[in-house]
C-alpha cells in the first residue's frame, strides 16, 4: 500500500474563530492484537461529555502540518513519542461539518494510525478522560452503532471501517 505525504492546510486566520473551528489530526492507535485503545470523555467536558473516542486527537495548531500536530497529540495524551514518521501511517483527510449553536461548521480531519505492541499500556489522560483501554474492533463496531462514539469519531471510524475492508480485499 502506498504512503501519503499529507499536506499542510492553510488556516483562514491566525486566531481561533468558533464558528469555523482548527482542522483536527485524529490518530487510531491499535495493538497487535487487533484491539483498538479508546478513551471516555470526562462528564464535565464542554463537548462530547462521556461519549467515546479512539486513540488520540485534536487541534491542528497554526504552523503545524496535519503530521506534526498527529504526533504531538498522542505524545500529550498517551505519553508516546513517535520518533519516526513511518511509525504513523496516513490514512484520509476527509471534511466534517457538526450542529453548533443552532447552525454547523465544518473542519478538516486527517485521519492516521499507530499500531503499538500487545502488551502497551496507555496510561488514561486524567484531564481529558474518565476511562479508557484496549478493546476488541467488534466492541468498537458495537459502540459505534450505538450512537456511543463522539461524533466525529464515529464520522471517521465509520470511513477508516470501508478504507479498511477495501484493502483487505486488495491483498
Avoid at 36 to 65: M, S
Avoid at 66 to 80: M, N, S
Avoid at 98 to 126: H, M, Q, W
Amino acid at each position: 500500500m502506498n504512503e501519503l505525504t499529507p499536506q499542510p492546510i492553510p488556516k483562514p486566520t491566525p486566531e481561533f474563530d468558533p464558528h469555523t473551528p482548527p482542522d483536527v489530526a485524529m490518530v487510531f492507535i491499535k495493538n497487535e492484537n487487533n484491539q483498538f485503545f479508546l478513551h471516555q470523555r470526562k462528564l464535565t467536558k464542554r463537548v462530547n461529555p462521556g461519549l467515546w473516542g479512539i486513540g488520540a486527537g485534536g487541534y491542528i495548531d497554526d504552523g503545524e502540518d496535519p503530521l506534526q500536530a498527529a504526533k504531538r497529540e498522542v505524545f500529550e495524551e498517551t505519553d508516546i513519542k513517535i520518533e519516526k514518521a513511518e511509525e504513523l501511517t496516513y490514512l484520509f483527510v476527509t471534511d466534517y461539518t457538526e450542529p453548533y449553536n443552532g447552525t454547523s461548521r465544518s473542519y478538516s480531519i486527517s485521519v492516521f494510525e499507530l499500531c503499538v505492541g500487545a502488551d502497551k499500556e496507555i496510561p488514561i489522560d486524567e484531564k481529558e478522560w474518565q476511562d479508557g483501554g484496549f478493546i476488541d474492533a467488534r466492541e468498537v463496531t458495537k459502540l459505534y452503532k450505538n450512537g456511543a462514539l463522539s461524533p466525529d469519531t464515529a464520522f471517521a471510524y465509520e470511513i477508516y471501517r470501508g478504507y479498511r475492508e477495501l484493502a483487505s480485499n486488495i491483498d
